[in-house]
Structure formats: C-alpha cells, structure tokens
C-alpha cells in the first residue's frame, strides 16, 4: 500500500497506512503531549491532551486526538493553534482542579507527567475550583501503594494489568465524576490477584502508585552497630541504574555500583549474579533429571516472583511442573545466612541482608512464609527498588558515574556470564543450556549463546538438540505471553520441555522496580548492554565457575544434594482469589 | 475499607440459575447480574465472587460492571421503594420538592435507606411518564401528576404499614401472558394447508391476507374472511369493541381499574362475551388519559374513572348512544376530530394504539411484514438499502445521520461477520416515543430491524433497551417470540434462505449507553464506557465486526418506506430531513402527549395547534428539544421549521424527540443546571473534559442558582463549555454543554439577575427567593395547614406569618392561597 501524504502545521508528510496523527507527527519532529497513550497499549483517547485541529471539507475545522485518529490523505492538521493551546491548558486545570497539588511532598517530584505539562503550558492558575475526589490510601500490600486521589485517569495501570500481564487486578470503578480505578470490591490490594509486578507504577504519569519505600529502614539498620549490614544486588541493575543520574538507557556501571554500596556502610557486597550462577546449577540439573526421567514437562522456570505468584492464582495446576528451585535472591539469602554465616562465624541473626532489585514482586517474594528459615529468620530482610537504590545514594551524597571502580566480595560476589543473563528474557533459560547442555553430553561442544532465546518477541520458541535429546524451548514475558502458552500447553496444543516465564516484558531490565521512564526502546538498550557485559566476562558458564565449585565442594555436596534442596529449593501453593 | 454485603447470602439458587443458563458466555455479565439482583434484592459480594468465578471473569471487572450501572445495588433495599423521577418534565412541574419533602419526611438522603429498613428512596432517570408529570413510583408502580400532598399520604400509609416479612423483592411491574387468541393467522384452514407451526408456509402471509391460497376452497376464503375481521375488530359476533389505552401515562393515570369495571359491567348485564376488549399501546394524548375508545361510534372517551363505566356501559353499549360528557369536547366525538390528531400526521404511529401489540396477527392484518415479506421473496438487500437511500431517511436518535449512507457502509465491509443494532436505549429526561412506539407497535420495529439486517447482511441484530422500560421489553420479547413461531425470524426466514437471529439485551441504567459506541461495549457485557471514533462502529463495532447501530424511530420508518417506495416518503418533509418526526410533548403546554409531524412542521404549530399552548394565565417562554444534549429554543424564535439543521443553526438539537416546554415559572438557569446535572451525573467518566469539565461548569452554575455567582463565571462557563464540545471523546460530553450555551445566548439576562441582583425572576432557585404573606390576607389557613413544616402561623381571620428560618420555600402556600396572598419575593 502507497503511503498516505497529509499536512501537519503546513508541513507536508508521508506516513505508511494505519498511521495515527500523532505518528505523523512524531515523523516531522512535532512533539504533541500525550498522558495517556502508551505505544505498548492499546489506544486510549481518554485524556484529549493530544487534540490537534483538523479542516473540514468545508473550511470549519474540528479538534480531534491525535493519538487515535488515523491520519488520512490529504488531511491537513494544525498541533498548536491558539484554540488547541487553550484546549490543552484548559485540560491541564481540569486535572489540577481534582488533584492534591502537593509537588513538594510527593515521590514523583520532577518526575511527574503532570507536572512536566504544567511547566510546559505555563500554568500559573487553576481557574476551576471544587469539589475533590477522595479516596482512601492502600497500603495493604509489601510492595505497592494506591493513591486514588492522585489518580488522573489516565488508565495505564488498567490496560497495562490486563492487556499486557493479564492479570485485570484493577479495573475502572464507578462512573462520572466519582470513576476511579481499584481492584475488585474496593479490596485492598494485597487481597487480590495482583501480582506485585509494578508494571502499573511504570505506566503512572503521576504518584498514584508507588513504591513501598523501605529506604528508611534500611538506613536504620545501616545506623545500627549491632547488625551486619550485607547487599546483593541484581543482575540488571547494572544496565539501568545510571538512568537515575542521567546517563543514557543500557550505560554498564556494573564496577562503581561496589564502591557506593561499601560507601553505604554495606559491610559485604554480594552479587546476586552468583546466586543466578547457582540457580542454573540446581535448575539445569532439574532439567536433566526430568529429560532424564521423561517428566513432567514442561519445566517451568521459578525465578520471576511475579510469574510465580500469577501462576498460583491462574495456574495452579501447573505447580508440579515448576522448578523447585528458589530465585536468585532467595539463594543468596539462604547461602548468607547459612554457609556464609558459619565460615565467618557469625550469628545469622545479626545479619541484615538488603537486596537491591530491579522489581516489586521481590518485597514480596521475600516475605513468603516458604522463604523463612528455621528459626523464623527471613533469608532476605528488605528489598529496595532500582529507584529506591538511587534514593539512598542521593541521600548519602553519592554520585555514581563519577566514583572510582570497585569489586564484589569474593564470597557470594563472584559470578560468570550465565548468571547475569538473568536479567534479560531468554536469558535464564540460555544460560541454564550452556549448563545443561554440557551436563548431556560433556564431550560436545555446547554453544554459549541461542539465538533464538533472544529477542524482544514475547513468545520465543525453537528447539536445541543436546546429546541425543530434542529439547523443545519456549521463552515468554509478560504475563499475559505466559497465559497464552499456558493455555495452549494446557489444551494439549503445545509440547515444550523447557519454559521460561518473565512476568515483565524484557525480563528484569524491564521490571517494575526499574527507574521511570521504562519503554520498549530503554528496555533494549539495557538488554543490549547486558549481551555486551555477557559477552566480555571471562567465565560464561556457571559450573566453570570457581566460586560455585567452591561452595558444593565445601557445603553443599552437588546439585539437588539432600543440603541442596534444604536450602535452595522452596514450594508452591495455590492461591485465592482465583484469577481468569 | 472493602465493600461487604450485610449478610451472607445463600448461594444455592444462583448457582441453579448460572447452571441452567444456556448460552452462558462473558456478554451475558450484565443480564446475570440483572438476574441476580432479582434473586436477592440486591447484588452481595458474595453472589458477585460466585458469578466471576463460574463465568471465569476477572473479578475487579465484575465490579467495574457492577459500579457502573445504575440499577445495580450492593446494598439491600428497603420494604418499599419511592421513586422520584426526575426526568425534565417531572422537574418543570416542580418535582424537586418531592425530593425536599422525602428528605425532611423520611430523614435520609437519595439513595438511603430508613434505619427501620422500611423505605428505600431514590431518585431514578426518566421514567417517561411525562405525559402525566410529576411522577413518583412507588414499589415500582407509577404515580403521575403527584402532589405533595398525595406523596406525604402515601408515605405515611407506607410508615404505618406492618414492616414485610421474607423476601425483599422489588417487584417490576408484572405484565400478563400474552392472550393465546382461539385463532390466529397461523393456523391452518383445512388439511391442505401445508403450514405448521415448526415449518411455517412461507407465503402465508399473502395468503392469509388476500386469500391467495394454494388451494382454491370457498370454505376456507370464508373462514379466513372471518379470521380478518376478527383480527381487525370488525367481527360481528361483538357488540361493541373497547379499545383501552395501556401507554404508561393513562396506566399512572388510574386505567388499571377500568378494564374491571367494564368486566364487572358487562357480565351484571350479561353481555360480557358480546363486548371485546382491546389493549393498546399509547393512543397518543396523555394529557386527557385515561382514554377508552369505544365502537361502534368510535367515541374517544376522555379522563374516564371507573365510576364512568356504568353510565358508558347503560348508555354507549346497550342503548349506542354516545355519552357527551366524557368526549374531548361537544365537537370531538372520534379521535380524528380532535385538533390534537387533525394537525398530526400519523405514519409511524399509524398503529400504535390502534392495535394490541401483543398480537402479532393485528400488524399483519394492518398490512405488517408485507414489505419484509416482498423484500425478501421479491427484491434484494442491494434494492432495501437502495430505497432506503433514496428515501432520504436520516437516523432519528438525533444525530441525523443518513441511514441508507451507514447501511452502505456497512454492506461494503470485506468482513462478512455484521451486526445489527436497534437502539431502544431512550434515556433522554422527557422523551418516551421510542417506548410509546415499541409498547405500542412493537412489530414494526422488528420488521424494521429484520429489513436493515437483511440489506446489510447481518444474521445477527440485537434490540438493546433500557431497564426502566420493563413493558416494552417484555413486549419485545413477546413480538419476537411470536414472529419466530410464524417463521419471520430466526433460521431460514420465510423460506429464503437467510438466517436472521435477533436478541433483546437490557440495559441498566446508564444514559451515556445511548452513544453507539457504549451501547455496543454494553451489548458486549462491559462498561458502557465511550470508544473513540473512527473507527465507526459500520467498520468496527461489536467485537471487531461492522455494526450498524440505528434508533428505533429509524427501524420503525423503514417497513413503511420499503413498502410505499422512496417517493411516498420524501412526500411529507423537508428536502433535506424527509418524513415525519415523532415528538413527546411535556411540560408547560395545554395538552401533552405523543406527536408526530412532518419535518418542517414550525415549532409554534406544534406547541399551539397541536399542544393546545399555553396553560392558562401563562406564556411559553422557551422550547426544549433534544434532552440534555440539546437547547431552548425561545419564543421569539417559534417560527422555526423543525428539522435537523435548523434547530442546530439556533443552538439547538432535534435530538430524539423530546420537546419540554417552559414558561415564567422556569427558571432558565436553574433549567440548564438541570440538565448539566443530568449529563454529569451520567458521564462515563473517561475522558477528561467531559468528566472534570462538566463537574466545574455544574458547581459554577451551583453557585449562580444560590446566589452566589460573579461575573467572571460567565467566562468560565462559556470557556469551559467550548472546550467540553470540542475536545470531548463522545457525543454525551460533546452536547453536554448544549443547555448552558442556549439559555446563555437567548437568556442571559436571567444569568444575570441571578449574579447582579440576586433575583430569580421565576422564582424558582430556592437561595434568592422567599415566601412572603401580604397584608391583605384573610386568615382563611389553607396555607397554614398545607405547609409541610408547619411553619406558618397566625390566627384565623387574621394576617398570617411565615417563619422564614424554618420555610423549605415548597412553595404549597403560594400555590393554595385563594386570595394571592402569598407572594414571591
């Protein structure tokens, strides 16, 4: 099909068909301001921000979204005529007029949406006051609060629960001037579905969902002699986290981010790349134990929180498929205060282990009564978010591109390649090949990367033959990927042996606790950067790792050793309220 | 802070009720929920976790569904429910005290209910008794032309009433079985006709009618001979035939009754079985409700009570005398004498109460789904939207949009999945013709929708009606149940081959599923929340597939062009809005009811040659058409021709056809906040300017009506107002602003009254007025003893006095007071 030839501001263009007008504006540099549109979603029109002029055949002209409109042959658009300039400016007061104003006290403070616009529309007057909506603030869950009243309806957080992850934890409710979004019933929201993926809070122009913040706490126990102050830190924390001090997406910080945590007062810094490491061992040799015994298949991989606690609620039925293995953090958690524990000869109660995480789902992954160890002590105390991790560095004068290069403990903090690949989808499962494949057939020699594990299509399939098997791969993120290979391993319609499910899009580089913004082009950017990071390390397979063959040789025996399973792998448990 | 039901629920006969449902998928959300609510009163949280669960939907969009629309409750209600409409017309005659009173009687607010659990008290959407307004339902039975007075007897005797034990059912208004006639069309004359009722012969319509039979038998021409006139009421085995109008605003009228005083009449006489009854739908002047129409004579019996019945009986049946008194007046025996009628022209109420709507063979001996009939054996969808085209017919819900232009569109689509869609949402305040035609004659509009279906091919059409309107539902169902048994719709219609299925979905109260766009996620089971536009629901409407969405009017004139051609119906009309247009009349006029004229018809003809003008002593000030999306039109301007772009010239609206009059007792600000409130109120809350903008534009005008305005709100509200219409998502929040810019353009100066001088020249905003008894009274205490609060006092024979702190400005006093002594001021 022929492009379609249209004018924006007297400026001709060519778009390909199915264009929007905001599309074609975007083609000739005409920034046109959007709240509620989200190329990753679908359209919207709710927030009329991005009306444009557009002439009638008859010389009169209509306002309409540019965002949904299609642009059409012919057409000839005006973005900013005094009419839509006081159009926007009008919409702008609308949403001030029902909103707390209270820019100085809240989480978003220069990074609001809103506010951007009020500086953009020079807003110095809100001509319309009155009545205001006021809803209750929920802090029910580990993880995220709501906070309705700052709420502008944009409905990201609905579209982005339901379209992309599946999960419709939340919903519009009422109607008018009283419309809001919550979950079901007016619950709170840790009496739901949600899954504490936090894809909503990327989505949220304003501060109406938020980190529960654990900075806080975290500085007190920081201040506190009596405990031991330990940090692990995710794998793709490094690609993402000097976003916060504007450096561009996928910028690697991977040897500053030990200095800041030392200059912290982190007294040990782990890496959570080393539990990755372990987490391939047990889970590939969970993998070769089921190729082995020709079942249950698929294996399901357990790492994402957020995947696990939807597929108790929407799959529980697939329990017995998933990996028994616990998550990275949980690993380096258990190994902390266990193996760590007693080489240093410390009391595992003293211990007060932060992880930094790329993720919401991991406050709550770590509160999980099957993550407590004996003894009633949590493996992992605290998780901070990526962006609560930038925080805590501000507060303590910490500028992180500019310090100087440091190194991860040498116990708990070594790591190859594999390990770090789990910060990107198809990541985990490549990684665990390199392993598996190794396993199957030690003679051979096992490629160390898999194209088609890589990618930014959310379903990823492909087969690798290892040894004498066919291995039949699957590789989805998003929750609402998983659903549909679910549903069709489900219907009997799928035959795969390995699946890999990441709640978010991209893996972790795109999870919820990640800096704002977080969009299709920073998520490949930083899986980008991962890849190159992989691709320079020295060790790339985690059973070539020396601090792995350290820890079954001294503590743990092998993999899925009687030890092994006592501290590395964890259970399921179906969960209400059901979800469809 | 989570919504819990106060009790827990039995579960048992939901469960029964989700397990017996057929055809059960997610669409059907809205109607379980409706069920539900039947079942318990209410929706508890509990039944609602039920109902996700076995329809497998999530569960915050049950709750999003269920917050949406009005008629759902997740509280229970109580023994009884008072219902004050506050629909336009309702409000011009003054319904806003009911509230006031209800408030001070009953001591809870709209929506409450008493600690007691005796009295649910709401206030509900148009209830399209505008004919006969106010209108108070009362447990689901409609009360018009409500007093206070009469509203404060009735709550009493509700109060004193022995609280109810079991269930907490409200029950809707309960409409009979269809009446089986001993005869019908459908069945067969001898063995030779090759009919049944699961094979009907496909051209038993023609052969039923003009006795064009396979077989040629005198016998069977006889009794078919007979079967017509028994159908057409001109059998002469009766006496006499009573056509009784059931429209709802003779029923709150008292008509309930009269059938039984007929019945109790005639069998004292015993000629019951020489007299036929005939139920109608609404014959069209409510004001003088409830009519009886009485052949032979074809007597038009006005504002008939039960105490008539005897002298009709004694003098019109036995002795065939015509009883003058009850006559419309001394020169209107028939109905077409009546000017009412005279200056009417009636094609698409051509039947609608003339004949029973529930029997299907009364629209076929009126000639009924020949045009289906001769389009389908005969002709071809091409020629329907052809005809249709060339009609000229433009979409009578308001928009005006042709309607042979959409089917086209819709035609043209690759995708051979189409719908069809029948907008029978009519939710404008003021407006009841698509209720009157679809109670009144529902057929038509069936025969409409099979036509459209047929030309666009769908093999899917949907009625989608308001829940307020459970009569012409239940009609519709009926209608549709009966034109399956004759083969006239479902598979293989009349033996051509086509698969047309049509199913009547009910809406839940919200007015913003009027807008096609909502009405179809509504049809879909979800939110009746806007879409945006293009993609035009003709392209992409009910998941995914064209859809073409046309109002009731639009079907009900579409059998009529199909049968008497394009030409027949540009005859009447204007050359760019053809046809006829059907208002409902309310408000401050002399005679209210159903109107249908021509287009072009001016504004002053329908309100004085046909409504009669003005109520005595009074003037018309202004003109309200199009509902809450329309404007006023002044009386200075009442010689414009109605049509549809000469009312938007004036800032008005056609609309769908509700004509509210006003006069020097309305109050145009508080009329346009009136209206404001309404769309507020009804908003789906989506996008920005319709949701935020209109709250603003209400409290501004909030202000004003208390006196409290500035000068500045002007510009704010005609700000407001412009970037509402040009930047909102839908035609709700588009129009939305429509009744403040009207009444700005042509009444700003009561605008300002109210700012400058705190004066409301109507003396209607409670704020700026007081009551104020003049010296010259007399003492006589009608207003001492109407007052509501008791708070006028005095001794009789002397001055009385108001206590001003304690008035709640009802306004009784000013209207008892025989000697206009009380004054406004």
Known sequence: MTDIALSINGIPVEVPPGSTLLDAAHAIGVRIPTLCHDPQLTISGACRMCVVEVANPDGSTRLEPACSYPARDGMSVRTNTAEVRNARRTIIELILANHPRACQTCVRNGRCQLQSLCREYSIDEIRYEGEKRCFEVDTSTVALTRHPDYCILCGK????????????ALDYVNRGFNTITMPAFDRDLAHTVCVLCGQCLLKCPVAAIRDRSYVDEVEEALDDPQRICIVQIAPSIRASVGELFGLPPGTLL??????????????????????????????????????????????ITSCSPGWVKYMEHFFPDFIPMMSSTKSPQQIVGALTKTFFAQRMGIDPARIYLVSIMPCSAKKYESQRPETRMDGGLHEVDVVLTTREFGDLLRLHEIDLPSLPDGDFDPILGESTGAGLMFGVTGGMMEASLRTVATVLDPKGEPPLEFPLLRGTSGIKRGSVIVGDHEVHLCAVHGLGNARKILESIRSGKENIHFLEVMACPG????????????????????????????????????????AVRQIYRDFLGEPLS??????????????????? | MSIQGPDTPDLQPLRQMLAAWEDLEPRKLIAV?????????????????????????????????TTFYSQFRLTPQGDHVIQVCDGTACNVKGSGHFVDELVSLLGIRPGETTPDGKITFQTVACVGACGVAPAVVVDGEVHGRMTSAALRKTVNALLEAPPRSGSRKVALPVVGAPARKARTFLDRCCGKCKTSPDNPCPDFLRCRLEGESCHDDPACEAYREELRKLVRHTSEAFEAHVFLCKGLTCDASGEAGIRKAFENELARHGILDKVEFIETGCMGLCEVGPIVQISPHEAFYCRVRAEDVPEIVERHILKHEVVERLLYDRDCRTEADIPFYKAQVRRVLSNTGKIDPENIDEYIARGGYRALYDAIRGGSPEKVVETILASGLRGRGGGGFPTGRKWAIARSQPDPERYLVCNADEGDPGAFMDRSVLEGDPHRVIEGILLGAYAIGARKAFIYCRAEYPLAIRRLEVA???ARAYGLLGKNLLGAGFDIDLEVVQGAGAFVCGEETALIASIEGKRGMAQNKPPFPAEHGFRGHPTCVNNVETFANVPLIIANGADWFRSVGTHNSPGTKIFSLSGKVRLTGLVEVPMGTTMRQVLEEIGGGAPEASAIKAAQTGGPSGGCIPEHLMNVAIDYDSLKALGGMMGSGGLVVTDRDTCMVAFARFFLSFTQHESCGKCIPCREGTKRMLEILDRIVAGEGKMSDLDELRNLAAVIRRTSACGLGQSAPNPVLSTLQYFEH?????????????????SLLRYHILDFCRGCTACARKCPVQCISGERGQVFVIDQPRCTKCGECYRVCPFNAVAKV
Do not use: W
């Open chain 2, 480 to 482: 549709c149940e009966q």
């Open chain 2, 750 to 766: 009561e605008y300002l009254a109210h700012i400058r001088d705190l004066r409301c020249t109507a003396g209607v905003c409670k």
């Open chain 1, 507 to 546: 893996g972790c580089v795109g999870g919820g606790g990640q800096p704002l913004p977080t969009t299709d082009e920073i998520r490949k950017r930083r899986i980008e950067a991962m890849y190159f990071e992989d691709r320079g390390k020295p060790i790339r397979q985690a059973h070539r790792s020396p």
């Open chain 1, 562 to 580: 009687h030890k092994a399973h006592e501290l590395l792998h964890t259970t399921y448990t179906p969960r209400t309220p059901r979800g469809f």
């Open chain 1, 157 to 168: 957080c609905v579209k982005v629960c339901r379209e992309v992850q599946g999960v419709h």
């Open chain 2, 33 to 65: 929920l409706q069920k539900t609510q039947g079942l318990y009163g209410y929706l508890p949280v509990a039944a609602l976790d039920f109902i996700a669960e076995h329809m497998r939907i999530p569960e915050a969009r049950v709750y999003g569904v």
């Open chain 1, 254 to 299: 991977t040897n500053k981010i030990p200095t800041a945590l030392r200059r912290l007062g982190f007294r040990h810094v782990f890496d959570t790349d080393f539990g990755a490491d372990m987490a391939v061992m047990e889970e590939g040799h969970e993998l070769v134990e089921r190729i082995r015994n020709a079942g249950p298949f698929p294996l």
